[in-house]
């Protein structure tokens, strides 16, 4: 089968008109993408305020700190009050930086999960609308490449393809290829239901 595999049908027509869809179909998983990269950027922005609040926190922290370091030098005492400094400091700009740190984490994690969101929920629907049909035309071409090869010169065989046409293809699509496809079947006339049934699989005759 992966010798056959046939992506494309050999028809102009047809080829072009699957090309244009296999591209509509890459260009809106693309744009679905670009969407959710946007949300993300878009919601992920917010953490400003956390980012804030922690740079805050970081300096009341740090303020502290600096006292504590600048009375360490006093005797007796200094060392008791430049631990209660830290102390202090770390139980309000601490507490202030780690709720900042929990802000921005819990944006991120916001901004990520919607941004997958607007992307993945439209591509999945896109692909459940899509792909099977895909699948199964592939599937179509790729066993009937074959029929490609075999001696349509055969009466026999042009025989078969046209009473497949004439039995099997809706009345719309033989209309481009005859008006009269059980005239034509009955009167021996099978070239162009021989055209018809391979045009349904997108392949031409190879005589």
């Given at each position: 089968m992966l010798r056959n595999l046939t992506l494309y049908p050999d028809l102009p027509d047809q080829r072009r008109a699957q090309i244009i869809r296999d591209m509509a179909v890459a260009a809106l998983i693309a744009a679905f993408c670009w969407c959710g990269l946007k949300v993300h950027d878009l919601v992920n922005d917010l953490a400003v305020f956390g980012s804030g609040l922690r740079a805050a926190g970081n300096s009341v922290q740090g303020g502290f700190g600096s006292v504590a370091d600048a009375v360490q030098?006093?005797?007796?005492?200094?060392?008791?009050?430049?631990?209660?400094?830290?102390?202090?400091?770390?139980?309000?700009?601490g507490n202030v930086a780690d709720l900042g740190q929990a802000g921005i984490d819990a944006v991120n994690g916001l901004a990520t999960a919607l941004g997958c969101f607007t992307a993945f929920l439209p591509i999945l629907v896109l692909l459940i609308a899509v792909l099977p049909r895909r699948i199964r035309r592939v599937q179509d071409m790729s066993a009937a490449r074959t029929v490609a090869h075999i001696d349509l010169l055969d009466?026999?065989?042009?025989?078969?393809?046209?009473?497949?046409?004439?039995?099997?293809?809706?009345?719309?699509?033989?209309?481009?290829?005859?008006?009269?496809?059980?005239?034509?079947?009955?009167?021996?006339?099978?070239?162009?239901?021989?055209?018809?049934?391979l045009a349904d699989v997108g392949l031409r005759p190879s005589r």
């Open positions: 030098g006093i005797p007796v005492v200094g060392g008791q009050l430049g631990e209660a400094f830290r102390a202090a400091g770390q139980g309000t700009g009466p026999e065989r042009q025989r078969l393809l046209a009473m497949r046409a004439a039995f099997g293809l809706p009345f719309r699509e033989l209309l481009p290829y005859t008006n009269d496809p059980f005239g034509d079947l009955a009167a021996g006339r099978y070239d162009a239901l021989v055209q018809a049934a």
